[in-house]
């Protein structure tokens, strides 16, 4: 009897913890207030100089001024790589409207360039030791968790945080925004 109800109490706790994960993946990006921590946390996203697939030094600072979509993503990760097509498909419909992606792979090189050629990533990939995760952490994603994509407006704010994946529909709708104003 008592197995039976402590087997019970498992499987009600993790439909619990599934239901609240579930909840919490599905809820819409958010945009935080803006604070001295989170400011102090785009600068240093901003000042991140990383390498690209070919090793050159991409410094984030090149694309000030932009609405810039940063994505934090892995190969091993199988919600990233569901959505890099779309941000891909994204990113060449917002090309020509001050919109740029960058992709921040916490992998290794060679793994980033394969993935890159065989699915013909439309925008920059740059590659970020797992140290880097850290600062997602002080950009809202507290459990440090991939995917999770920031929009930064054009004066450098945040315009949406996402952790999980974020669907082509959600991206276009926010990116079609930028394209008004």
């Given at each position: 009897?008592?197995?039976?109800?402590n087997?019970?109490?498992?499987v009600?706790?993790?439909?619990a913890?599934g239901a609240?994960?579930?909840?919490?993946?599905?809820q819409?990006?958010s945009?935080?207030?803006?604070?001295?921590?989170?400011?102090?946390?785009?600068?240093?996203?901003?000042?991140l100089?990383l390498p690209d697939?070919?090793?050159?030094?991409?410094?984030?600072?090149?694309?000030?001024?932009?609405?810039?979509?940063?994505?934090?993503?892995?190969?091993?990760?199988?919600?990233?790589?569901?959505?890099i097509?779309a941000?891909?498909?994204?990113?060449?419909?917002?090309?020509?409207?001050?919109?740029?992606?960058?992709?921040i792979?916490?992998?290794?090189?060679?793994?980033?360039?394969?993935?890159?050629?065989?699915?013909?990533?439309?925008?920059?990939?740059?590659i970020?030791?797992?140290?880097v995760?850290?600062?997602?952490?002080e950009l809202g994603?507290a459990?440090?968790?991939?995917?999770?994509?920031?929009?930064l407006?054009?004066k450098?704010?945040i315009?949406?945080?996402k952790?999980?994946?974020?669907?082509?529909e959600?991206?276009?709708r926010?990116?079609?925004?930028?394209?008004?104003?």
């Amino acid at each position: 009897m008592k197995r039976g109800f402590n087997f019970l109490l498992v499987v009600i706790v993790a439909f619990a913890a599934g239901a609240a994960g579930l909840y919490t993946a599905r809820q819409s990006p958010s945009q935080p207030a803006p604070t001295p921590a989170l400011n102090a946390a785009v600068a240093k996203l901003m000042a991140l100089d990383l390498p690209d697939t070919t090793g050159k030094p991409q410094p984030l600072a090149q694309w000030q001024g932009k609405v810039l979509v940063v994505n934090f993503w892995a190969t091993w990760c199988p919600p990233c790589r569901k959505e890099i097509p779309a941000f891909s498909a994204m990113s060449q419909k917002y090309a020509d409207k001050g919109v740029q992606f960058v992709g921040i792979s916490i992998d290794t090189p060679k793994n980033v360039v394969d993935f890159q050629v065989a699915q013909k990533v439309a925008y920059p990939l740059v590659i970020a030791s797992p140290s880097v995760v850290s600062l997602t952490e002080e950009l809202g994603n507290a459990s440090q968790g991939l995917p999770f994509t920031l929009i930064l407006d054009r004066k450098g704010g945040i315009s949406l945080v996402k952790l999980g994946t974020l669907s082509e529909e959600e991206l276009d709708r926010k990116l079609a925004d930028f394209s008004k104003s």
